[in-house]
Structure formats: structure tokens, C-alpha cells
């Protein structure tokens, strides 16, 4: 059993696709074991993508979490990570494949509607930056 981190990002919540997202991971056998919302301000986004504090877009990125609330959750399963990362589709939604989340809600490279941890390493760092254990189901 593996656990990722997802967030659902302003640009998808603030066009109403909570729901839709959520309905996703559920159909997919993905279980949510915690969740909320938070609105970031620019140091709780620059502390969380951290590791992209040298690339270019680092500011823009983070500007862009702070635009409004994002969801926040904690998905188990098997394979979690891979597969989340599989149900979001490509980062560019110019790239992303038929039918993944990317492909059906974000509107561009920057506003691609989700994120989801790469690894496990990223994935334990990114859930205990949102998450203490007394807030974990299960
Ligand atoms: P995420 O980490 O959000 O799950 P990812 O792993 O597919 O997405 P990363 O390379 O980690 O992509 O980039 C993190 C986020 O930064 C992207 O999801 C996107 O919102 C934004 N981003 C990535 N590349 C660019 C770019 N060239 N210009 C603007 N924003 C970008
Ligand atoms: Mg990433």
C-alpha cells in the first residue's frame, strides 16, 4: 500500500471541477485518507515547490497557487503514485492523453488543474508538508 499527495489547484477549483476530480480517484479504486482545503500564501507555495526554486517560471508558479483555495489530499492504493501520475496525464495538456485529468480540465502548461508526488521520496516530504499523522485516516 503506497500513499501520494494531490492537489487540486486554483485554477480547477475556482472552474468547479472539485467533484469531477475527486469522482476520478474514487471510480479508479484510489482511496482519499485525508483532505481539506487551504488557501496558500507565496511562502507556504515557495516552501512546497521548493526543489523548483532555480527554474525559470519558480515566481509565476508560485503566484499562481496563491490565486485562490486549492484542495489538498492524501490518496492510498497500490501503485498510487505511478498511477495517479497516469490519471493526471502530461504536464502540458497540449500533451496529455485522452481522457486524463489534464486533458479534460487544465487550460495550460502553468493551469494544469492537479498536482500529484513523483516518487517516494517527494511524496512522503509533500503529505507531511500539508499533513500531521493525526489527520491521516486509516
Ligand atoms: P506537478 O509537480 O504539479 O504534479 P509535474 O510533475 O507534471 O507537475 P513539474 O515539472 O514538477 O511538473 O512542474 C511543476 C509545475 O510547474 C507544473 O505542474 C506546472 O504547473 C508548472 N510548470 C512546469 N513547467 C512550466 C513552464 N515551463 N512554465 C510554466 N509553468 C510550468
Ligand atoms: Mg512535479
Not at 500513499?3 to 471541477?17: E, N, Q
Not at 485522452?98 to 480540465?105: D, I
Amino acid at each position: 500500500m503506497e500513499r501520494t499527495l494531490s492537489i487540486i489547484k486554483p485554477d480547477a477549483v475556482r472552474a468547479g471541477h472539485i467533484g469531477e476530480i475527486i469522482a476520478t480517484f474514487e471510480k479508479n479504486n484510489i482511496r482519499i485518507v485525508a483532505m481539506k482545503m487551504v488557501h496558500l500564501d507565496p511562502k507556504g507555495a515557495e516552501g512546497f515547490y521548493a526543489v523548483h526554486r532555480e527554474r525559470p517560471f519558480f515566481g509565476e508558479l508560485t503566484a499562481f497557487m496563491c490565486e485562490g483555495p486549492v484542495v489538498v489530499m492524501v490518496l492510498e492504493g497500490d501503485n498510487v503514485i505511478a498511477r495517479n501520475r497516469e490519471l493526471m496525464g502530461a504536464t502540458n495538456p497540449a500533451d496529455a492523453a485522452e481522457g486524463t485529468l489534464r486533458k479534460r480540465f487544465a487550460s495550460s502548461l502553468q493551469n494544469n488543474a492537479v498536482h500529484g508526488s513523483d516518487a517516494p521520496e517527494t511524496a512522503a516530504f509533500e503529505i507531511g508538508y500539508f499533513f500531521n499523522a493525526l489527520e491521516i485516516a486509516g
